[in-house]
């Protein structure tokens, strides 16, 4: 476990730029608060492969930094990248201020 002042700079350091519309989406609505059943529910996806894929994007932003998955970290890397100018975080967050985190209801989502 590195000392917080580390884990700190590494998630600046820490770009994803190539986060694909799904991975935005699913970062977008984790960081809002929102559980795998629910997402995969408003996704129209499995929800067993929802928690792997929420589980996988944990890990793209927790493993390089030493951390164990957790959402607190995505939300910390998020508002960190959120303008970043490789834009890694740019998409989740106009989703989220755009209110497109999640299709209208009854247009299953693609990406
Ligand atoms: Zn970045």
């Known amino acids: 476990m590195l000392e917080p002042h580390e884990t700190w700079k590494l998630i600046q350091e820490h770009h994803l730029p190539t986060l694909s519309e799904l991975e935005s989406r699913l970062l977008a609505a984790s960081v809002a608060g929102w559980r795998a059943p629910a997402i995969a529910r408003r996704l129209f996806r499995d929800e067993r492969q929802t928690r792997k894929d929420l589980a996988r994007l944990e890990d793209l932003v927790c493993v390089p930094v030493g951390a164990e998955r957790n959402v607190a970290l995505l939300a910390w890397w998020l508002g960190y ?13 106009e989703m989220i201020e755009t209110d497109t985190v999640f299709p209208p209801e009854n247009t299953p989502a693609t990406g």
């Open 81 to 93: 990248h959120r303008d970043c100018s490789r834009r890694c975080a740019a998409a989740a967050q």
